[in-house]
Structures are given as C-alpha cells and as structure tokens.
C-alpha cells in the first residue's frame, strides 16, 4: 500500500548550518512527489515537485527511486525556514496525495 | 485567480450548535479536498470529490459531519451538532485531475466549539 514517511516529528538546527528533511515513500507506480510547508497560523503551501526539478526558497530535493526517497535540502538554514513541513506522494493509479505526519523545523539564531 | 477560497476564517460557536463551513475552489479544479488539522491528530482527510461526485468519505469522524458539493465551484462542510472535540483548522484545497500537479490550499477556517 502507498505510504509516506518522514521519521523526524522535530528536528532543530542553527542558523547557517545545512539542513536535512527526510521522506521515504512506498507506491508500486510511478510516483509524483511534493513538499509543502506550513507557516505558523497559514496555510500549507507547494514548496517543491519532483517533476520541476527546481530550487525554492534555497531548498532542493531529489527523488531516488532506489532507496524510495525524496528528502529536501538546504545547505544553509536561516531563521524564516522555521514551519512545518510535509511531503506528499501521488500516483496515477492513488486519485489524491497522500501526507506524511510532517517534520516541525526549528532554526535556532 | 484569487486561489481556494474559504469563509468564515474564524467561527466561535456553543456546543450543539450547527457549523457550515465554506469552500469556493480554483476555477478550473475538478478535485475538492476537506482536511482538518490538529495538533493531537496532525492534517486528516475528511472526503474528497472529483466532478463534484463524493469518492472517499471514509475520514468522516462520524454521521454529525456531512459534506455537499452542489456544483463545481460550491462545497459546505457541515457539523451538526457540534461538539468541542471539533475545534480544529479545517483546511479546503483544490487540484486538477484528482491531484496531479499538487494541491492548492484555501487558508482554513479555525472553529473553536465551547
């Protein structure tokens, strides 16, 4: 069954230092993956897709269909990075994105 | 376009009370979305439409919560009566083609039942 999984409920860095957000996802298909992220109080956003293949806000992530992953990256955290984040799996046989439970970034100064 | 369009952002409301909550979505989405998110449960999937045709109302808690979709740019989501266990954020988000290309999401309306 189609699952995704982002093992870090929290997860705390200080300003300057790189940053790592980890998803794994399970889906026999082809899947699209998304990052979103939610400010404090607003809305969830689309942060990133896999098929875009581009850099937002300095954040990139890649998708490794070997090791079923698509973590997101930003070599230099800084303090407005701070929300929570999710990344989402869709497919064309699933009819909706699937979550996971979301990583709640902190960037300390 | 203005995105996912949700009212009221804000609802105070009495226990036994009937809430309806609103929904416009982007012009053009075929798909519409009802979330709810807490901090006990995270973000929930409450039932979704594609063509304004329900697909998956498994999420629904249970029989107090019903949702409407009348036409393509209209859903209600509605609590009848309502009960303090659902103050939430509850979140409406739209997309094409059942969710390819992502979702787009409203700016929730955060009810708080007393």
């Known amino acids: 069954a189609q699952r995704v999984t982002q093992p870090e409920k929290l997860l705390s860095v200080f300003k300057g230092a790189p940053v790592e957000l980890k998803c794994n996802y399970s889906?026999?298909?082809?899947?699209?993956l998304f990052w979103y992220v939610q400010y404090s109080r607003q809305r969830l956003q689309l942060l990133l897709r896999?098929?875009s293949r581009e850099s937002i806000k300095g954040f990139t992530a890649d998708l490794n269909k070997g090791e079923t992953s698509f973590h997101l990256k930003k070599p230099f955290a800084q303090e407005e990075d701070s929300a929570m984040y999710y990344c989402?799996?869709?497919?064309?046989?699933?009819?909706?994105?699937?979550f996971g439970r979301g990583t709640q970034l902190t960037v300390w100064p | 376009d203005a995105g996912v369009i949700q009212s009221p952002r804000h609802e105070v409301t009495e226990m036994g009370q009937e809430v309806t909550l609103r929904c416009k979505p982007i012009?053009?989405?075929?798909?519409l979305f009802w979330y709810r998110q807490t901090m006990m449960r995270g973000l929930e999937l409450l039932i979704y439409?594609?063509?304004?045709?329900?697909?998956?109302d498994s999420g629904m808690p249970e029989d107090r919560f019903s949702a409407k979709m009348p036409n393509a740019s209209f859903s209600t989501l509605k609590i009848q009566p309502s009960e303090p266990r659902d103050s939430a954020v509850y979140f409406c988000?739209?997309?094409?083609?059942?969710?390819?290309?992502?979702?787009?999401f409203g700016s929730g309306t955060r009810l708080t039942v007393v």
């Open positions: 439409f594609n063509n304004n045709v329900p697909i998956d």
């Open positions: 989402a799996l869709t497919g064309s046989t699933l009819g909706r994105l699937y």
């Open positions: 012009s053009g989405h075929n798909s």
């Open positions: 896999h098929i």
């Open positions: 889906y026999s298909g082809s899947p699209e």
């Open positions: 988000a739209s997309s094409l083609d059942r969710g390819r290309g992502g979702y787009t």
